[in-house]
């Protein structure tokens, strides 16, 4: 059926490279950006969250962020050519906003609630943040399950750029006496990184492990 594999001798790395360049494909069936739109239970593009809670989000104050939806997580592509280890462990990056001209930054936003740390007292609004740049590292094991391969996705790794106030904006309207002063210090490096965790922390979770899992095996049986 492939020219390319009869001449290799490892089947399951012509098959990996072979899938990350239809994921890559806008005409494919199987372009990367599509899967992930087409993904239930739970959506990604939007994906919505309940709540973060975040201590020291500014100094003196933490912050509470709820109903949020996020946007912009479909706009996803393969970075460079996969690897595939001796054990059957792909290894690869991706990278998000690259894949589509729009939309040009993941999007979050939701309510927010600031409480003093001393007294308790609350400013509550709106939040926002934009994250314009993205690099994934991803681990995968591939099994055989009778006929078919069986894809775990074993890690998502969001990498932290050396600049996040370079790549990433955040914004809150609780006061218009207190907006600028705390949009200030909450867009400093050290405050952005604890939202970025955030983000990390639903592209880790067991759900989305779970759901990533069966969108690659799908989709590299549908190439197989």
């Known amino acids: 059926m492939f ?44 994906y919505h969250v309940d709540r973060w809670s975040i201590p020291g989000i500014i100094d003196g104050m933490s912050g509470t962020f709820t109903d949020l939806a996020i946007t912009g997580i ?10 595939v280890d001796d054990d059957n462990v792909i290894s690869g990056s991706g990278v998000f906003l690259q ?6 930054s993941i999007h979050v936003e939701g309510n927010a609630s600031l409480i003093q740390d001393d007294d308790g007292q609350r400013l509550n609004g709106t939040f926002t943040a934009d994250i314009y740049e993205a690099t994934v590292q991803v681990k995968v094991q591939l099994s055989a399950n009778g006929d ?7 890690q998502i790794a969001l990498q932290k750029p050396d600049n ?9 309207k609780v006061d218009p006496n207190y907006d600028e002063f705390l949009n200030d210090r909450i867009n400093q490096p050290s405050k952005l990184e604890l939202i970025y965790q955030k983000l990390q922390g639903e592209l880790s979770s ?17 190439v197989a």
Request: glycine residues 4%; without cysteine.
């Open 206 to 222: 067991t759900t989305t492990l779970k759901s990533f899992s069966d969108l690659i095996t799908k989709a590299i049986n549908n």
């Open 3 to 46: 020219p390319e594999a009869r001449a290799s001798s490892d089947l399951l790395k012509f098959l990996v490279q072979l899938l990350s360049r239809k994921l890559n494909d806008s005409s494919s069936a199987l372009f990367l950006p599509n899967l992930i739109k087409g993904q239930r239970n739970p959506t990604y593009d939007p």
């Open 74 to 83: 479909s706009n996803a592509g393969v970075k460079g050519e996969p690897t």
């Open 99 to 104: 894949a589509l001209k729009e939309p040009k």
């Open 148 to 154: 078919k391969i069986q894809a775990s996705v074993q």
């Open 164 to 172: 996040l106030t370079g790549v990433m904006k955040v914004a809150v």
